[in-house]
C-alpha cells in the first residue's frame, strides 16, 4: 500500500459523502463476553481501553468475503500501526480471523440482538472509528444507532442478496432508506454498482472498485539462483508442471513426450506434489530413456537435459520465474489445484484441467481473460502447450494473467484508500 490520506482530508466531493457531525463517545464499559483473536505489537490488552488505536469494526463477512476481509485488515494495518480490530459474528465469534496470520490486535465477539438498549450498551463499550457491513445481514437498529453516534459506515457487496430484489417492488423505500446510511457502498462489479443506482442511491455513495483481493501474496526466490538456470537453460524453451500429484505425472510425461516432437529442444521442469517421490520419480524416468536432472542432487540443467525435477521445497516462484508456461497439478481430477493467481501474479501462462478445487471464481475470472486454457488429457495438453508456447502467445497470456491476478490488489487500495480518510476524520475529530 501506497496510497495514504493526510490527517486533515475530508471524504468530500464527486467520489465522496457529506461529512458528518461525531457525538462524543460516552465512557466505554468492560470487555466481558469478547474472545480474543490476535494481539499483535504494541496491542491493548482490552477493548475499550482509552489510550488505543482507531477501532475498525467488520460485522459479519460471508464465507466468500473471508480472505479478502483479511487482506483489509493487513494492508489498512500498515498505514495504521496502532490499529484495533473488531469482527462480530451473528450467532457465535468468527472462528475464522484465529486462523489468520499476520493481523493486528484483534476481537471477536458475537453482535448484539437488534433493540435499541442492546445496541446502545454495543457501541458504547466498542466505540468504533469505522464499521464495514455486508449486504447478506444488515440489522437496521444496529446501523441507524451506529450511523446516529457519527461512526463511519461502509458496505462492502459483490452480489446483491436475492431477496433484495424481492423486496423492492414493496419495500424499496425502507431499503433504501437503510442503505442511504452508508457512507460509501463499495461495488465490486459494475452490474452491482448499476443494480444500486437503480435502487435510487446517489452516485457519490456508490463506489464501483472491482472484485477485491484475496491475499495471494507474490511468491520470492533468489534472484542469483534465477540467473544462474536462466544461464544454464540458454533461452530454451521450458514449460513448468507444478504441483503434479503421483496420479498425473503420467499425463504430462507423455504430454511432454508428444510436444517435444514439434519442439525439439523443450525442457521441463516438473514439481511433483510429494517432493519426496523426487529420487524415485528421476529413477523411473531414466529407466524410460529420459535425460533428467534432479534439483535434491544439486544437479543443474544441461542443453541435452529433457525433465527437470523439481523436488525442492519452497521453490515454486524460482520456477514459476523460469518458464512461460505453467501446468497447475491437481486439476485433472484430484480437485486438489492451487490457487491459480500465484502462477497468475509472475506473468506466467497458464494451462489447468477442469477441476479447479477452492478457487473456481479465480479460474474463471482468468479463463475470462483468456489467461488460461483448459485441458482434459495427454493428447491435448501436448496440442496445447505447442501452441502456447509461441512467444506471442505466451506473452499475451502472461499479460492477462498478471492483469487480472494484481486487478484484485488496486481494487483493495481504493477501499483501503477511503478507511484511511475515514480513520483520520476521526482521529482529527
Known sequence: MTATAPASMAMTGADSGPERARTPDPEAGSGAG???????????????TAAAGPLLWLHNPPPDEQAAAVELIRELALEKPALRVLVTGIDAPPLWVDAARGLPQANGTVAPADGHRAVSAFLELWRPDLAVFYPDHLPSTLISLTHARGTALFLITRDLPRAWHSRWRVGIGGTRRLLRR?????AQSPGTAGELRALGLPRWQISPCGPLSEGSAVLGCSEAERDVLAGLMGGRPAWLAAGVPAAEEPVVIAAHAAATRFAHRLLMILAPEDPARGPALAAGLREDGWDVALRSDDEEPSAETQ???????????????????TFLGGTLGANTGPDPYRAAAL?????????TGAYPDHYRRLSNALATRTVQDARSMAEVLVDVLAPDRAAAMARAAWEVSTQGTMATERVVRRMIEALDIAEAV
Not at 307 to 325: F, H, K, M, N
Open 347 to 355: 506473468g506466467s501462462a497458464i494451462l489447468h484441467g477442469p477441476a
Open 34 to 48: 469478547a474472545r480474543r483473536i490476535h494481539a499483535g505489537p504494541g496491542a491493548e490488552a482490552d477493548s475499550g
Open 307 to 325: 525433465i527437470y525435477v523439481a523436488d525442492t521445497e519452497g521453490e515454486l516462484g524460482l520456477w514459476l520465474r523460469l518458464a512461460p508456461v
Open 182 to 186: 452508508f457512507d460509501r457502498i463499495f
